[in-house]
């Protein structure tokens, strides 16, 4: 996490305001009562929750608790990029509500705040839905369509285009789906979900996009966030599938609610606000399995062929913690276009939906 938010963690005021309303636990119990919830839409509905249990009397305690509790919350939860986009997006929303009911009684306005927060919280749920709308129509009969991740919305989307198809309809398409050895229990669900939809699937390993792409129409992946110049910060692996796609000249889409769309500038990969152990030099040598031993002493022979070099995807050995939240920066250059529930944007148009939010 941030070191600025490693700080504010510790300061006695947060774990002050903290202390009747556990704003981490409220959003933790969220995200386990609905699988499907985003992180910024869980963070909202903790706000919302925060907000009808507020003893606060005055708009300047109310921001302030919500500032506090925001923070608080992005300093407790790994990778808060998605989650900050929930928060601040929230935020913004009361200050401006502030701004336009300051007349009356308090009271009524926080009654007013917690009964459109929660409206608020629900059209965001709700966008999942309009973007696969949206979205179903860029797959065309015949396509074969990549993608990797586990993106709720970008699944929702396919499988609004194998309901279309299932219907009566004449799209056909094939997906090409990207195995993350990280994350083996959520991509074989993906490709299940899908399978069980009617659509045939692929599996490859990561390393086999650039050897894939030349039978790939167009690549369809999600975004954790959406930041200002139009590139997003999405799972691990995503950039060097923007890379491959714009080689092949391939289109490369990205479906993402509007909540995503959040206040970052990344220059590149490193510049991300996270701390991410994906990279890490050590001279000391790893202790060998007494399997990769063997691996290591025998020469495969005739008979071993299926074993070593199966075209299946084999169980791998679980990766280093850290690795399996990583995310990388995938810049507006490679992005053909966001698809929105407002819409189709143009990775240029980012920066004027934030400014209309927040300016």
Do not use: C
């Amino acid at each position: 996490m941030p070191p600025a938010l490693n700080r504010m963690a510790s300061v006695g005021n947060i774990q002050d305001a903290a202390k009747d309303f556990d704003i981490v636990k409220t959003y933790q119990r969220l995200i386990a009562e609905d699988p499907d919830l985003t992180m910024p839409v869980a963070a909202i509905e903790a706000l919302v929750e925060l907000l009808a249990q507020s003893k606060a009397i005055t708009s300047t305690e109310t921001m302030d608790s919500i500032k506090l509790q925001s923070n608080y919350l992005k300093a407790q939860i790994p990778n808060s990029i998605s989650l900050s986009a929930g928060t601040d997006l929230f935020y913004q929303y009361v200050l401006t509500t502030m701004d336009s009911k300051n007349k009356g009684s308090f009271e009524l306005v926080r009654q007013h705040l917690v009964s459109n927060g929660r409206l608020f919280a629900s059209r965001a749920k709700a966008a999942r839905e309009r973007i696969a709308s949206y979205g179903r129509h860029f797959v065309r009969d015949g396509n074969v369509v990549l993608t990797h991740g586990g993106s709720r919305v970008v699944g929702t989307l396919l499988s609004k285009a194998a309901e279309a198809s299932a219907s009566g309809g004449n799209v056909r398409f094939k997906v090409i789906y990207v195995m993350n050895d990280a994350r083996s229990t959520e991509s074989k669900a993906v490709v299940s979900a899908l399978r069980a939809k009617g659509v045939p699937v692929a599996t490859i390993s990561e390393g086999a996009v650039g050897y894939a792409m030349g039978r790939v129409d167009l690549v369809i992946v999600g975004a954790e966030g959406v930041v200002e110049n139009g590139g997003i910060i999405s799972r691990l692996g995503t950039y060097q599938i923007g890379l491959v796609a714009q080689a092949a000249g391939k289109p490369f889409y990205v479906a993402a609610e509007s909540h995503k769309f959040v206040r970052l500038y990344p220059l590149g990969q490193y510049d991300l606000g996270v701390e991410q152990g994906v990279i890490k030099f050590t001279t000391e040598e790893k202790e060998l399995s007494e399997n990769e031993k063997a691996f290591m002493s025998k020469t495969p022979e005739l008979d071993d062929k299926q074993e070593y070099f199966s075209s299946a995807v084999p169980e791998s050995p679980k990766n280093p913690a850290a690795a399996v939240d990583a995310v990388d920066y995938t810049p507006p250059g490679l992005i053909a276009a966001l698809i929105t529930e407002t819409g189709v944007l143009t990775p240029s148009a980012v920066s004027e939906q934030l400014i209309s939010v927040w300016y």
